[in-house]
């Protein structure tokens, strides 16, 4: 579903595995000094962003046809738009080509 995300970010976050052990941009290690797997948030709701914390399974939640704007801090959904309704896809004309016909084969 769409959803509204508001970035402030104005540069790229760079996470250095070669950063020592517990330096903002370190990568996460485990116990014994070993780069941990990291999930990058693909949600855009994280409050670790670019971090993916768990909050994604609010987005389980979300109906087809609405946009929905988070408090990411709340971890709440604070609006739910319905989306309009979408106008009627026709392609021109021209650009309908005689094999694109429907029923002929597809050719590969
Ligand atoms: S993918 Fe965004 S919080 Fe997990």
New binding site residues.
């Given amino acids: 579903m769409p959803r509204i995300v508001r970035f402030t970010h104005t540069a790229s976050i760079k996470i250095d595995p070669n950063a020592p052990p517990g330096a903002p941009n370190a990568w996460p290690r485990d116990e014994n000094g070993n780069l941990k797997v990291i999930?990058?948030?693909?949600?855009?709701?994280?409050a670790k962003?670019p971090f993916?914390?768990?909050?994604?399974?609010l987005?389980k939640e979300e109906e087809p046809g609405h946009v929905y704007e988070y408090d990411i801090q709340a971890r709440a959904v604070v609006s739910k738009t319905p989306l309009p309704p979408e106008p009627p896809h026709e392609m021109p004309a021209e650009s309908v080509q005689p094999d694109d016909q429907p029923g002929n084969p597809v050719k590969e």
């Avoid at 999930?39 to 994280?46: L, Y």
């Avoid at 993916?52 to 399974?57: E, F």
């Fill in positions: 999930s990058i948030c693909a949600c855009g709701i994280s962003f993916c914390d768990g909050a994604h399974k987005c």
